[in-house]
């Protein structure tokens, strides 16, 4: 609770989570107003694959730079050396202000998603189901990136070393990752086909839209391909969970493991 408080007062004062924020909100908006003229029949769900495929532009960035910071700022003001050498362990600490940091972010964009779905009802044939796969994706989205912002504030020592690693995670899932398996794909064939499944699956971007396409209805796991078949060997939730469970718990030990690096540099 005391750490809840005290990321909440920090995060509420700075301007990188409300500006974040009013952006997304921004963006929301106009995507609401074009989506007026979707068709009446998939409109709603087409509305949730652009509104999530804007904001994974934004928000993985915003969790970075939030998270990495919030520790990066412990290790300025050397909170950090106080509370491990006298209180607790790093594992704890990271692990209180992982919950913290979770709780708070979490909480701001889904309210905000929250009481967004007022005026999405004046214009669209709401779906509480489908607007609760979206919710899902989002907080899954946010948990990740969060982590392994956790991740970089750790074991990096100075802000620039942070902002280069932010900036070029984000780049990386976001951009180069689709490349590299374009780059792969000619050479995917049914024989090899699982192992390159694995690969792209545990990428969250790909799990988390694997997820929500599916959820949505927009994308049919019937009348597949064998290839298709084989690809997807599992079904779009377990791999959202196992490409959840793997991205925080590595986050987190990796952090725990090379914490001390960025603290000697």
């Excluded at 409109?43 to 990066?72: D, K, N, R, T």
């Excluded at 290790?75 to 594992?91: A, G, H």
């Excluded at 701001?108 to 709401?126: M, N, R, T, Y």
């Amino acid at each position: 609770m005391m750490y809840l408080d005290k990321e909440w007062k920090e995060l509420s004062r700075g301007k990188g989570l409300w500006s974040a924020l009013g952006i997304v909100i921004i963006l929301s908006i106009f995507l609401l107003l074009e989506a007026r003229s979707f068709p009446t029949e998939h409109g709603f769900e087409a509305f949730l694959l652009s509104l999530y495929e804007m904001q994974i532009y934004f928000i993985p960035l915003l969790c970075l730079f939030l998270s990495s910071f919030a520790v990066m700022q412990e290790k300025e003001l050397k909170t950090l050396i106080i509370l491990v050498t006298k209180r607790e362990s790093f594992r704890s600490f990271l692990l209180k202000k992982s919950v913290a940091i979770h709780g708070i972010t979490t909480g701001v964009f889904i309210s905000w998603h929250i009481l967004f779905a007022l005026p999405i009802k004046l214009f669209l044939s709401f779906n509480s189901i489908h607007f609760l796969y979206f919710l899902i994706s989002i907080v899954v989205l946010i948990l990740i990136f969060n982590q392994i912002g956790l991740l970089t504030g750790s074991i990096c020592s100075t802000r620039i070393q942070l902002v280069g690693a932010n900036i070029f995670i984000w780049f990386f899932l976001i951009f180069l990752v689709d490349l590299i398996f374009l780059y792969l794909l000619p050479y995917v064939t049914y024989a090899n086909i699982t192992i390159f499944s694995v690969f792209y699956f545990l990428d969250p971007l790909h799990s988390l839209r694997f997820f929500l396409e599916t959820a949505l209805g927009t994308f049919s796991l019937e009348f597949m391909s064998r290839f298709m078949e084989k690809m997807v060997w599992m079904s779009p939730v377990k791999f959202l969970m196992i490409n959840l469970l793997i991205w925080l718990v590595l986050s987190f030990e990796l952090a725990v493991l090379f914490h001390n690096k960025g603290e000697k540099q």
